[in-house]
């Protein structure tokens, strides 16, 4: 640009040949015009070669032939604005070729001063601009038609710069929010977006301003008519070549109809997860080829105490008791692989660790193809029912059981049909037979005892009249003519208005029982007799055993004495008589006899010290103890006991033992004084009855009789063969001691009497 | 030995029945020794001579009946038992153990003495089978264990050619063993070498070897 700028200016021209020279080579276009608008007076060789005219006729404005017509006026004007204004001006122009073809120019005119500063011609350079103004047009025409592409897009298109503002959005967008581009590039636009979604949006923005990674997020935008429509945005960073962000392009896609689907989808889902939360029960959905638990209700999670996470890598297989386990292992393969519905009882623990009882049953679903796709498995708590089943199996196991063991059957007759219910153990125990006709009553009457069965059968039929328990025992006959022995109890069962309805009872097979009774009866009775055999053998041995050992206190000196005699004797009649030993012998004889006086006062004054236990007594109950020890022997002997005592006696004060031994000798005696009669009926008679301040007690026989009575009292006085002469002589004492007297008479007819007597405890008191 | 003058052995808890009997037996020329309980009779030394026991039934600590039978294996004297209340239970029981007689207290001096001297004569004898057998068995021992086979033969009857054939053996030698026998044993006759071999409970010969 600066040549031309030269030349007008060049009063020191060294020479203008070497300038018209270089004018002429220059690879531009030049021109000259004159100031008097008369057109150019000069063109260079580059504007002759390339417009090809001829060099006049581009003279004066002939060279305006070669502009575009579009152009020519726009030139003259630049050209004329040169000389008017006397600065530079420039403008583009296209210049035709000598070809035929325009190419754009760059028209740049400069005013010619002369010395004076008056504008003297003005001077033109053209450069081709072709190429450059060819690549603006197709740049213009590019950008429009991405302008286009961009307003075409069915979304809304943002570019922002750095600092967030738009720098380009796309008619979409514009139409979208009804508001002019300058709002975007300007103003502030969060007001577009849903309130409830601003805070996730810049969120978004700072963390991808920070990053500078993609945004991407949804959120509703305002449209014109304040709707809100939801949207995707996802944007794009665009870096320079030193990787700085530049802009970032937006695109927002309208989202709107599948987030209602979602939402619509969700809240199905909600609403389905709510029923199957709302199921009272556990369900789970398992995959049909992995077993895979898909999908559990709220009450799974409460039972188990997990969370939908943790039961993703939730193998259940911990929550089953071990006890089960195997069986559900088992029928869980036969599901998969066979495709079996699944359906049993397992126990599951519950999140506190007890184990609860499920019934697990298993639904199939099937895709279009009908290919098992998965189980619906619905876990309903039987825990109650499953125990309530086993007591009540246990219930009635123990039930039976005891009803084994305790030999008790039950039994139901309900009285308006007249039939009869029996437990399996009463069946047992009346031994019934298939085929027997246990529903009827009379087959159960008909077992009983001929023996019993009216007393029975008019027993139950009273309960049932007057409504009130039952309670029989009686025989039963058995098939096999064997005897059992049944206790039967029963009680009324009575409908709201007091009506019987039935009878509920029980009966108990009482036939061990019944023969160990008999037989202990029998052996008590036995025990009994020996009792009183013993207890009398006892109570007459005391006086038979004193006697022996008296005997044989007394027998032992008195053998001595013989032997010494004996020996005395012997000594005496030796040749020659030994007098010494005979005396010797003789000494001791003395000795022994004193022996012998001396156990006899002893055995006397033992009875008479005898120590007395006094306490009061009642007399009658003494001589009712002797005489019931003495009753079957007495019968046995074929005699009859007479007892006459007089009943409101007053105690008496001794000894008890001392007493009885007194009555039962007594007793005794005058049985064995009965032993020879045989022509009249035996009798002993005991009264007792009150003598002034004694009790007195007198024991009668029909019997032999004595001649003496006193005699008898003598100590060694007996009538008996095997008598030691002491018994009566001792009761004596035994009277003595207790301040009384024993006597005996002798009867009118036949026998003694012998009577004691005893002071009266009050008697004694006073 | 059989000259030996007799004892009587007196068992009572009672001292004057004791010293009655000591009396009584020595009028009667009995030595006697005198007991209170069954075990100061049976710690006591006691003579080798006749003997008798006279035993109360009726001891402190061991009874009569019980000291009968602790004597009855043990080559004791006859037992004369005397009681205070004698029952017949007692007296059978006594009887049947062996006492020579039983006697209730008191009893008469002859009733004593005969028991006594039954005894007495029954213990002679029994002392005199136990010498004898003493000496037949010490006789006995001086046999060969051949000789005693051979005995059990000769005193069964068996002649010498059948007892030479059963022990396989000769005759010549059973004659010798025979002789041995005969002049060991004491024996003068056959009939007398079967009377010893009897005394010594020698069973016949063992039926296997005929």
Redesign the interface.
Known sequence: MQPPDLMPEGELNPSDTELRALVHTLPALVCRGRADGGGVDFVNKGFIDYTGLAGAAALGWGWMDAVHPVDRRRVTVCAKSILTSGTSQTTEMRLRRFDGTYRWFLFEGSPLHDASGTVVGWNAIKVDVDDRKRADEALRESVQELRLIIDSIPGQVAILNTSGRAETVNRGLLEYFGRPFEDFQFGDTSDHVHPDDLAGVIAAWVQAMSTGTMVEYEHRLRRFDGVYRWFYARGLPLRDSANQILRWYVLLTDIDDRKRAEELLRASEQQFRAIMDSIPGLIALVNATSGEIELVNRGVLDYFGRSREQLQQWTTSDSVHPDDLPQVIAAWQRAITAGEAPEWEHRLRRSDGVYRWFQLRGFPWRDSNNQLVRWYCLITDVHDRKTAEDALRRSETFLLEVQKLSRTGGWRFDVATDVVESSPEIQRAYKVQPGDEISNPEFWFGRIHADDRLRVRSTFERCVREKCGYRSGYRVVLGDGSIGYQHAIGRPVLNEGGELVEFIGASMDMTDHWLATTELERASQALHDMQTKLSRAAQVATVGELAASIAHEVNQPLAAVVTNGHACLRWLSAAPPNIDKAMEAAQRIVNDGKGAGEVVHRVRSLFKRAPVEEVPLDINDIIREVLRLLEADAARRGVALAVSLESDLAPVRGDRVQLQQLVLNLVLNALDALESVADRAKQVSIRSRRAGAHAAIDVEDNGVGLDNPETVFEPFFTTKANGMGMGLAICRSIAAAHNGMLSAVRNPAYGTTFSFTVPLAADDRL | MTSERPIVFVVDD?S??R???S??L???GFDTALFGSASEFLEADKPDAPACLVLDL?LPGTSGLELQRELADRDAPPIVF?T??GDIPSSVRAMKAGAVEFLS?????EELLTAIDAAIAIDRTNRLKRSEQAEVRRRYERLTPREREVLTFVVSGFANKQTASALGTSEITIGVHRGQIMRKMGARSLAELVRLADKLGIPPPEPSTK
């Open positions: 009672d004057r029945v010293e009655a009997l009396s009584l020595a009028s009667a009726e005397i205070g209340h207290k008191p009893f008469d001096d």
